[in-house]
T-cell receptor, first 110, second 118 residues
């Protein structure tokens, strides 16, 4: 049931864009995105609910394709502060705990 | 600072030993979750408590147990430790019993307890 994230790692230069994908073989109720900086705890970015709209957070936005059971996280005009590991967490039904993917390591360089 | 406190931050012990990890949730949060983070598996859900009751169980080994006390702090007990139990153990809290339906959607993570089994 663990969602699959791709790519596993990506290196960007400041100002470049990136897309991180999260897919599930099961029907999803919601998708959550977290960012974990090195040596720190994961921090919530956003939640996308089934039937909901695309969400945004600063220059980071995400979408949820219910037909494909996929979510994508879009990072535009990346900044050094975007570096970290991004995790998607999926909820199969309402009121069930999140199951996280293995993460995508994003490195932004000057 | 998420408001979630975990102790100890680091712990080194030997195989076969038993350890207890402690978590104090954010003030007012009733739900506590435990996650294990290892390099190759990401964040693995172990167990959830809500207001003192076990609410959901994930890939938690029989050697592991947890509980949530009346003051809402939680403890994760790991026994008969093996080398493979070395990992970062996170506690997270939320106000509601769910992160999705009817919930605020956000888990607040503590800084973790890094366990090294030698």
């Amino acid at each position: 049931q663990q969602p699959v994230q791709s790519p596993q790692a990506v290196i960007l230069r400041e100002g470049e864009d990136a897309v991180i994908n999260c897919s599930s073989s099961k029907a999803l109720y919601s998708v959550h995105w977290y960012r974990q900086k090195h040596g720190e705890a994961p921090v919530f970015l956003m939640i996308l609910l089934k039937g909901g709209e695309q969400k945004g957070h600063e220059k980071i936005s995400a979408s949820f394709n219910e037909k494909k059971q996929q979510s994508s996280l879009y990072l535009t005009a990346s900044q050094l502060s975007y570096s970290g590991t991004y995790f998607c967490g999926t909820e199969l039904m309402g009121n069930t705990p999140l199951v996280f993917g293995k993460g995508t390591r994003l490195s932004v360089i000057a | 600072d998420s408001g979630v406190t975990q102790t100890p931050k680091h712990l080194i012990t030997a195989t076969g030993q038993r350890v207890t990890l402690r978590c104090s949730p954010r003030s007012g949060d009733l739900s506590v979750y435990w996650y294990q983070q290892s390099l190759d598996q990401g964040l693995q859900f172990l167990i959830q408590y809500y207001n003192g009751e076990e609410r959901a169980k994930g890939n938690i080994l029989e050697r592991f147990s947890a509980q949530q006390f009346p003051d809402l702090h939680s403890e994760l007990n790991l026994s008969s430790l093996e080398l493979g139990d070395s990992a970062l153990y996170f506690c997270a809290s939320s106000l509601t019993p769910s992160t999705g339906t009817g919930g605020t959607g956000e888990l607040f993570f503590g800084e973790g307890s890094r366990l090294t089994v030698l």
